[in-house]
């Protein structure tokens, strides 16, 4: 979906607000996430524009701070531990069958919008090893065969 004159005019809103302060590239930056959800290439070259910074600079941060996203993110966030507990446990295992069932490669985002499938180090859960995580929920002591399950129940949440 392309980004509509409604968001570029609240970004200028942003960026009038931080353009004089020393460092404004990430309030700026944070004000783009929360207004397009993401900060995709043609945000950043529009925020290095407007802050007379080069795209380098803007991609530099953007890519740097896990907070920022270049691509949309889905509905639900799934994310799987990858963390020493979690991966002798065999959480490796269960973030190949969610990549099967989800049909997306680590970091990307189902076509139709719903879920991005994400590896994250520790969760803090190792206890539960192997863990993953749908948004706010906690998934504990996982094994492939559980994965299509569960997905399912999101699927089925329309």
Same mark, same amino acid.
């Given at each position: *979906?392309?980004?509509?004159?409604?968001?570029?005019?609240? #970004?200028?809103?942003? %960026?009038?607000? !931080? %353009?004089?302060?020393?460092?404004?590239?990430?309030? $700026?930056? &944070?004000? =783009?996430?929360?207004?397009?959800?993401?900060?995709?290439?043609?945000? &950043?070259?529009? %925020?290095?524009? =407007? #802050? !007379?910074? +080069? #795209?380098?600079?803007?991609?530099?941060? =953007? +890519?740097?701070?896990?907070?920022?996203?270049? &691509?949309?993110k889905g509905e639900y966030l799934v994310s799987v531990c990858l963390g020493t =507990?979690?991966?002798?446990?065999?959480?490796?295992?269960? #973030?190949?069958?969610?990549?099967?069932?989800?049909?997306?490669? $680590?970091?990307?985002?189902?076509?139709?919008?719903?879920?991005?499938?994400?590896? +994250?180090?520790?969760?803090?859960?190792?206890?539960?090893?192997?863990? *993953?995580? %749908?948004?706010?929920?906690?998934?504990?002591?996982?094994?492939?065969?559980?994965?299509?399950?569960?997905?399912?129940?999101?699927?089925?949440?329309?």
């Amino acid at each position: *979906m392309p980004n509509t004159k409604e968001q570029y005019d609240a #970004l200028d809103r942003v %960026i009038e607000e !931080h %353009i004089q302060e020393p460092g404004a590239l990430m309030p $700026v930056l &944070q004000g =783009a996430q929360e207004i397009f959800g993401c900060v995709p290439i043609d945000v &950043q070259k529009y %925020i290095a524009q =407007a #802050l !007379h910074t +080069t #795209l380098s600079d803007v991609y530099g941060v =953007a +890519t740097f701070y896990s907070q920022f996203s270049l &691509q949309p993110k889905g509905e639900y966030l799934v994310s799987v531990c990858l963390g020493t =507990a979690c991966y002798v446990k065999g959480s490796q295992k269960v #973030l190949d069958k969610l990549s099967e069932v989800l049909n997306v490669e $680590v970091g990307q985002t189902t076509a139709d919008g719903r879920f991005t499938l994400q590896a +994250t180090r520790c969760l803090g859960a190792c206890g539960l090893a192997p863990v *993953m995580t %749908i948004n706010d929920e906690v998934y504990g002591r996982l094994t492939p065969d559980q994965i299509p399950a569960i997905i399912d129940k999101y699927r089925k949440e329309a």
